[in-house]
């Protein structure tokens, strides 16, 4: 009937009708997605229910939004202190981590757009000189700046050596990676690693002749007005944490939250380029307008060039399945999470069919996570201080960088008050951590403590020493910079524990097999979990030596399928191992 009315109407008529039902159109149009305004005032409420999930407590949270060139939401949640009770703000400072190296990878992005004579694929010895080498030839013949920073090395990480800390820099670092073992083939998979992330940032000091925190500042962050955003050593060193989020750590999400010392974060000193730069939500704001308008300033001026920007977003090396523990089956209401593969410094992904561009950071109980839409001209970026624990960090920002996902695409939201809450629950149970199973403490060692004391070294990681306190009798170690506690006797001879104490008195007890050789204590292998191998540390090595030690397996440690049944003592040493190395990830 209707199709006949239309058809003998007027010419004029039907113009009228079609202007009505564009009309309706674009009124079922705005009901079906609220305006912009309305959408981020529900966010507000939505972070501020966030907050209050019972389940999985926040001390303090930032959260900044940029669309178009603009900067559409910023704003703090929380507290930064525990003590004082100081509300975050959008200029509290955050340490951001691991998002870090998406700064190393812009800023060699900024010096190679410069120059004819290095790019990506430059070899690294023709950089660094002839004296640069990895520990075989064919990784020295052919690795490069883009192998480094897609984590194509396939090196191990030196676990240990990152987390107690060097008093070496950037170029004595680069001087060691020649020891650095393989877990991989070059190229072959993709294994994330945080010290050749260092060395990347050493690549940048050669190329452009001045320290990593100058060029940063003088390329990347004054370009940009990220005034705020400062270096975790330089806050140190100045004592300055007016504005600084505190971080914290639980081992108990209904316990209580601690403190992490500010002595930890000293080994990000030499590892800035690969997780120490801080920063607050205007400025990461200023920088994801910088990302997505490819490489351009507030004004419109290009600071990067935008066709070597873009290849730090270019998939470069696909990842194994569920590296980032994302879950990829279909049982999520909506196609979700997929990250595919790794750029430079980025994670990438989509997100319910639209680009998506990542990167998380996770550093002594600050987590944050930044997520860059290219193709709505949208980003979002958070981080939180804490209280750190096993994976549960990771869930607040994927709740919240989900729910702005849906607004800069232009989609009804799939997650609501209640499932923000227990996320990823009902559509995903996270499986529990294998567990490592410590050989019981026991009262005695097995030989005379004096037998004990000495310098053990490593050639990439530096020397454990252990001494003898004539005072209270009892064997204590110190690694690194702030690696320091006691040495302790198990069941088993040939197996000692590493208790940490002063600034990682949190840290899991650290297994080590002990080695002997005609009847002395020759070595102690510090034990990681697979397939990063233990690290090793030698009775008076002196760096001259030649270096004869492989990757090998000791066999002190059990690991077993789940923590159940594990006393509560060990399942705090599971938990903390878990955290332990996710560390800078
Ligand atoms: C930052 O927070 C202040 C209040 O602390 C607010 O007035 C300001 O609008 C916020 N900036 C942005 C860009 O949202
Ligand atoms: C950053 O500092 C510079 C120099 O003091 C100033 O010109 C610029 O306006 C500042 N930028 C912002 C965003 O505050
Ligand atoms: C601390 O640093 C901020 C920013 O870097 C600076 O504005 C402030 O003046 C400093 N405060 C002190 C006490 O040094
Ligand atoms: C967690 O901490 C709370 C409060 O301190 C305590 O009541 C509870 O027993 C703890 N849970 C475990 C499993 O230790
Ligand atoms: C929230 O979402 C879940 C899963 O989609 C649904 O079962 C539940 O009814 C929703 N709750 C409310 C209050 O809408
Ligand atoms: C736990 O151990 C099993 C068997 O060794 C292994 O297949 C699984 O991948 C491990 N899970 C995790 C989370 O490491
Ligand atoms: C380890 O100690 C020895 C002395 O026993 C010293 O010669 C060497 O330089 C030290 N190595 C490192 C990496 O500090
Ligand atoms: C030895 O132990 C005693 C008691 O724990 C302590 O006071 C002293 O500082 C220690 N000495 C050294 C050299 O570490």
């Known amino acids: ?78 507290q930064r202190d525990l003590q004082t009770g100081q509300a975050v703000d959008n200029r509290t400072l955050f340490c951001v981590g691991s998002i870090s190296k998406s700064f190393t990878s812009a800023l060699l992005a900024s010096i190679l757009a410069e120059r004819e004579d290095v790019s990506w694929d430059t070899v690294l ?113 100045d004592g300055n944490f007016s504005n600084f989020a505190q971080s914290y750590r639980t081992y108990n999400l209904t ?39 490819g490489g351009r300033d507030a004004a419109g001026r290009a600071v990067v060039s935008e066709g070597t920007l873009r290849q730090t977003h270019t998939a470069d090396f696909l990842m194994p399945d569920g590296f980032t523990m994302d879950k990829v089956e279909p049982d999520w209401p909506v196609e979700v999470a997929m990250t595919q593969g790794y750029g430079m410094g980025w994670w990438i992904g989509t997100y319910r069919g639209y680009r998506r561009v990542q990167h998380s950071g996770s550093v002594e109980g600050f987590s944050s996570l930044l997520s860059l839409f290219p193709g709505v001209s949208g980003g979002v970026f958070t981080s939180a201080n804490g209280p750190s624990s096993p994976e549960v960090n990771r869930d607040v920002h994927q709740v919240i960088h989900s729910q702005v996902g849906d607004i800069l695409i232009g989609k009804h939201h799939w997650l609501n008050a209640t499932t923000a809450c227990t996320y990823p629950e009902p559509w995903w149970t996270r499986p529990e951590p ?56 198990t069941e088993s001879a040939d197996c000692i524990l590493l208790r940490c104490q002063g600034p990682l008195a949190y840290f899991p007890y650290i297994v080590t097999d002990v080695e002997e050789k005609d009847g002395k204590i020759f070595s102690f292998s510090l034990q990681i979990s697979p397939p990063e191998p233990p690290i090793v540390f030698e009775q008076g090595l002196k760096l001259t030596d030649p270096d004869p030690t492989e990757p090998k ?28 190395i996710s560390y800078l990830i």
């Not at 066999?555 to 003592?569: H, I, K, L, Q, Y």
Request: positive net charge.
């Open 1 to 78: 009937m209707k199709v006949l009315c239309l058809t003998c109407i007027s010419d004029m008529k039907v113009a009228m009708v079609g202007t009505i039902w564009w009309l309706l159109a674009c009124l079922v149009f705005t009901t079906a997605s609220p305006d912009l305004q309305q959408r981020l005032q529900d966010l507000d409420t939505f972070v501020q229910n966030l907050m209050k999930c019972q389940s999985r407590p926040v001390v303090g949270l930032t959260v900044s939004v940029v669309k178009d060139g603009q900067t559409i939401f910023s704003k703090g949640y929380g």
């Open 125 to 237: 010895t023709d950089i660094l000189g002839p004296s640069f080498r990895f520990r075989d030839q064919f990784r020295t013949k052919e690795a490069t700046l883009r192998d480094l920073l897609a984590h194509k090395t396939g090196l191990e990480n030196l676990v240990f050596a990152v987390r107690m800390g060097q008093n070496i820099d950037r170029a004595e670092l680069g001087r060691r990676m020649q020891y650095y073992r393989q877990v991989f083939p070059l190229r072959t998979l993709f294994y994330y690693n945080n010290p050749v992330y260092t060395l990347a940032g050493h690549v940048a000091e050669k190329v452009a002749g001045k320290p990593y925190e100058t060029l940063l500042r003088e390329r990347v962050l004054r370009p940009l007005g990220m005034n705020d955003t400062v270096y975790m050593a330089e806050a140190l060193k």
């Open 255 to 293: 316990g209580p939250s601690k403190a992490f010392s500010r002595e930890e974060f000293r080994v990000l000193d030499l590892h800035l380029p690969a997780g120490g730069v801080v920063s607050n939500a205007l400025d990461m704001a200023r920088y994801m307008k910088f990302h997505l308008s």
């Open 434 to 489: 294998n567990s490592t199973v410590l050989p019981e403490i026991s009262y005695n060692f097995p030989r005379d403590k004096r037998d004990y004391e000495g310098v053990y070294g490593n050639y990439a990681g530096g020397n454990v020493t252990i001494s003898l306190n004539k005072t209270d009798d009892k064997l204590y170690f110190s690694l690194g910079l702030i690696g320091r506690g006691l040495v302790l006797p």
């Open 553 to 580: 397996w000791g066999d002190c440690t059990g690991v077993s399928g789940s923590p159940r049944g594990a006393t509560w003592n060990n399942v705090i040493m599971i938990l903390l191992f878990f955290a332990s």
